[in-house]
């Protein structure tokens, strides 16, 4: 085999290790810990429930689901519900969701923040006091940058927020520390600084590929270095 080859490969495989360690580091990190926490502990199961047992029966929906569906442009789905002690029915289309007071038919009232707050401890599911809700008209990237909503922040270990629909009361999401702890580590594994979301973006693509030949590299390496083994258990011993 041509020397000229290992000669290059060391050299590549030298730069490109100091290229790389820094990113394979967070990528072997990063893996041991996405992988050590479990994802019912990411999405907050153990914090905050996102549904709650409908105390009504079908009898105590009174409205006309007729007359509710006429207010709507091509419905897609309809739901019935509750917000605290109000059943509720929801009609869904292209636009989004649309609730309305289950007994007399009117569109749900936007909940006040102490209605807001109320459900929000409804949905929790530990010891913890609300340190303050604020109302948003856009959220942060951890809740998907949605409009309208309201942010409720508890005093727990895990900094647990709940975020809610202003329009309809419902929980959208739980956020702790624990799932931004994961959401960092998902940033750096995937190399998407901005939405955390583009797992095919083109500096991951090119750190991967990098990364291939940083191994190959290393085995042309350690093909050298079989092959010197070799030639020194060969020489005759004086």
Not at 14 to 19: A, C, E, Q
Not at 121 to 138: E, F, G, M, P
Request: net charge positive; charged share 15%; aromatic share 12%.
């Amino acid at each position: 085999m041509d020397k000229r080859i290992f000669k290059h490969a060391r050299k590549f495989h030298k730069w490109l290790g100091y290229l790389l360690a820094l990113q394979i580091f967070a990528w072997l990190l990063g893996g041991l810990i996405m992988s050590a926490i479990p994802l019912e502990k990411v999405h907050g199961k153990h914090l905050a429930a996102r549904q709650l047992n409908n105390p009504f029966k079908q009898a105590d929906y009174l409205a006309s689901v007729d007359n509710i569906v006429a207010q709507i442009t091509q419905p897609r789905q309809i739901s019935y519900s509750h917000f605290l002690t109000i059943p509720t029915i929801i009609v869904s289309n292209s636009n989004g969701e649309y609730s309305f007071n289950g007994v007399t038919g009117s569109p749900l009232v936007a909940p006040s923040k102490a209605q807001i707050i109320a459900n929000a401890q409804a949905h929790l599911l530990i010891n913890a006091q609300v340190t303050d809700a604020i109302k948003l008209a856009k959220g942060t990237r951890e809740v998907g940058f949605k409009e309208n909503i309201w942010q409720v922040n508890f005093d727990d270990t895990f900094n647990t927020t709940l975020y809610l629909s202003a329009d309809s009361g419902q929980v959208i999401t739980v956020r702790s520390t624990i799932w931004r702890i994961f959401d960092f580590f998902w940033m750096l594994h995937i190399m998407d600084y901005d939405q955390r979301e583009d797992f095919n973006n083109p500096l991951l693509i090119s750190f991967a590929a990098s990364s291939i030949l940083f191994c190959l590299t290393g085995f042309i390496l350690l093909l050298q270095n079989i092959r010197f083994r070799k030639r020194t258990s060969r020489r005759p011993s004086s």
